[in-house]
């Protein structure tokens, strides 16, 4: 079977401060996650192709992540950060595409889990930025909590020319066993057509250090519902994931939580949806 991570992340702390990283919880993951870290992983795991996914909201990284796509054959493309509110946002995605490895460039995002605005995503200068988005042929990658995932409905029904990436499944509270009113906000998002969605970040959703596939799997049900293997992939969420499991425990996580699946819908979710949607 071929795999795609669909959902992975680099850093090197000697590059630039990850200030996200707070707290004895997260304190594992203060240390350099480098290409090559991954890819020993990676390999192991039967993994041929990855999308890179931005961690901080700076200029200068997603250039750098397009050049580490032109350097390494492992990654296949490069979700990246641009300010969607700055006047000249068009002009600044063809700028990034014309950059060594701009050619990598697949999708945009930014942290709106960060926003104190839930409704961030449906100001008008951020509608002006996702139509950019859109017009440049790219995707855009939504990392949200679960109370923004009704701006995410609403900003999908609003551009329906630009494909929306639900990241991490809208973060279900796994570790609360609370399904709702998530379930039911995913559900909105999902009847969309120009919506998908990743089955990534659910392990560190549950009990970091006591989680079992029975605790995600009613939450990778109610997205396999949703959206069907057609508009699912699998990410891994490395090195995130490390908090609560190894890279090859998430993916075999992800592959009991699919066993159920066609032969065909497998492909679909571990393989052809990302490569679709992100043209892989």
Known sequence: MTVVDAHHHVWDLSVRDQDWITGPELRPLRRDFTVADLASEARAAGVDRTVLVQTVTVPEETPEFLALAAEHDLIAGVVGWTDLTRPDVAEELARLRELPGGRYLKGIRHQVQGEPDPEWLLRADVRRGLSAVAEAGLAYDLVVLPHQLPACARAAADLPELTF????????????????????????????????????????????????????????????????????????????CTLAATYGEVLAAATELTAALSAAERAQFFEGTAARVYGL
């Open 165 to 240: 990436v639900l990241d991490h499944s809208g973060k279900p509270p796994i570790a609360s066993s609370t399904r709702e009113p998530w379930t039911r906000d995913v559900r909105a998002v999902a009847a969309l057509p120009n919506t998908v969605c990743k089955l990534s970040g659910l392990v560190t959703e549950a009990d970091l250090t006591n989680w079992t596939v029975t605790d995600l799997r009613p939450y990778a049900d109610a997205v396999l519902k949703a959206f069907g293997p057609g508009r699912l992939m699998f990410g891994s969420d490395w090195p995130v």
